[in-house]
């Protein structure tokens, strides 16, 4: 009986030896949803999104967590990201497909308390079925690659205006 335990133990003290799961961190994170503070989704999301960083800060290379909202319908175009992305639903129905091309056939839907885990340089795209907020963590920095440059919102030409 002490032997499985003492293996766990001994498991344990080596994985945070190593760092590969922080166990007890600088600071606290409690939030309650009313104090989540949301703005605009990054450039390189389409119009339409909320954002909020819930804790870390994702554009560095340690732990994060973000949240994203989104309206029923919204799309997020075939990407990839150099680090392994975590998804939890939070509300809403939300869609993950694996692809270089969007494929509303091959999509999965996840309802609240729903996961997916997309490994590092996995091909995917996703869909709002209904209003939807998703819950995303890792180790960052985050950054998505779209796999069609041309789907990248942050690097489209604004139409000039007609004078």
């Known amino acids: 009986m002490r032997t499985p335990l003492a293996a766990v133990a001994a498991s344990l003290a080596v994985t945070a030896a190593l760092g590969a799961q922080p ?23 389409e119009k339409g999104a909320s954002f909020a960083v819930i804790s870390g800060d994702p554009s560095t290379g340690g732990p994060y967590v973000i949240r994203l909202k989104m309206p029923a319908g919204y799309k997020v175009a075939p990407h990839w990201h150099p680090t392994a992305e975590n998804i939890t639903v939070i509300s809403g129905t939300f869609a993950l497909g694996m692809g270089e091309k969007f494929d509303a056939a091959a999509l999965k839907e996840l309802g609240p308390g729903g996961y997916g885990l997309m490994p590092a340089e ?16 890792g180790t960052g920095p985050f950054a998505l690659t779209y796999v069609n440059p041309a789907d990248d919102p942050s690097k489209r030409v604004a139409p000039v205006p007609a004078k």
């Open 23 to 45: 166990v007890i961190t600088a600071a606290s994170v409690l939030l309650r949803d009313s104090e989540v503070k949301w703005g605009d989704a990054p450039p390189n999301l």
């Open 122 to 137: 996995m091909r995917h795209f996703a869909m709002a079925k209904t209003a939807v907020v998703v819950q995303v963590h």
